[in-house]
């Protein structure tokens, strides 16, 4: 495997102890904008260990990370490389004690994803991958499933700081779920990815996310032969938030676009 990406995973592993060790009471945890957005010291902890052991890897390369750190896209970005961070994705998980939360390191090459590494230490699952060389987790290869979406059980993300999103994010979940197998929402885009790029699931959709909850993940679903764009079909944008539609190999050979994001519906 890639010298840089075994690098990268063990770095996450070594941020994924952070998260399990952790014990921290109630003023430890800090509302962010909007509702039941959170985050604690161990984010803010756990993102300032990536940076350092990260910088000391590939010191020309710049940062973008959820938390304290540059979160906004920046145009010098699109040149050279960029690690851009979620050190916990599925803080409310983390808070609540829920066990699905991962630690998730992308790293762009000019402005584009290259490389991805999620850690999910739960259940001690290191889902990783480099542009045009497979999907691995824990180094053994992995593939997305073939089965259609009748055959899959499908994921979604419902941002509950966006409320204003949920009436079209729980219509779309209906559709979906009265096509599928079941749906799930664990509450962690980057695990959602991966979760697919496992084999897992058939597809994941979130009508908003930042960058750094996608940016490892979609490195590892493509990989893996899935496929993502934003919830109209149209290609993803790698510098802000965006919505997010991410399918299996299978499921991709379907009309899976939702009925009411379709421009003529059926
Ligand atoms: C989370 C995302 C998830 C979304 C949550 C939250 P965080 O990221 O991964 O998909 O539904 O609302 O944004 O905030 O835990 O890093």
């Known amino acids: 495997m890639d010298k840089l990406l075994e690098q990268i995973t063990d770095v996450a592993r070594e941020a994924g102890a952070i998260m399990t060790s952790a014990s921290f009471d109630e003023d430890q945890i800090h509302q962010k904008e909007g509702h039941a957005n959170f985050v604690t010291d161990y984010d803010s902890r756990i993102q300032n260990f990536l940076i350092e052991k990260l910088h000391e890897i590939l010191p ?32 409310t998980n983390f808070i609540v004690g829920y066990r ?26 290191c889902y990783q991958a480099k542009l045009g ?9 992995i593939h997305s499933s073939d089965s259609p979406l009748e055959r899959s059980v499908i994921q979604a993300g419902s941002a509950p700081y966006n409320k204003e999103l949920h009436p079209e994010t729980f219509r779309i979940l209906a559709e979906y779920a009265d096509r599928a197998m079941d ?3 664990s509450g962690s885009a980057a695990l959602d990815l991966c979760t697919i790029a496992a084999g897992r699931a058939g597809l994941y959709f979130e009508l908003t996310l930042g960058l750094w909850d996608f940016a ?15 919830i109209d079909g149209q290609p993803l944008t790698y510098d802000g938030r965006t919505s ?23």
């Open 60 to 91: 020309e390369a710049e940062f973008l990370g959820e938390e304290e750190g540059r979160t906004e896209f920046e145009e010098k970005f699109r040149k050279g490389y960029l690690f851009v961070l979620d050190p916990i994705d599925g803080t």
């Open 100 to 125: 699905q939360s991962v630690v998730s390191i992308g790293l762009f090459k000019d402005g584009r994803p290259y490389i991805g590494v999620v850690c999910n230490p739960y259940e001690d699952e």
């Open 133 to 141: 060389e497979g999907a691995y987790c824990n180094g053994q290869p």
């Open 183 to 185: 749906y799930r929402r």
């Open 216 to 230: 490892a993940g979609v490195v590892i679903l493509t990989e893996a032969g899935g496929q993502a764009t934003d």
């Open 244 to 266: 997010i539609l991410a399918v299996s190999a299978g499921v991709a050979k379907e009309d899976y676009l939702p009925v009411c994001r379709r421009k003529t519906p059926m």
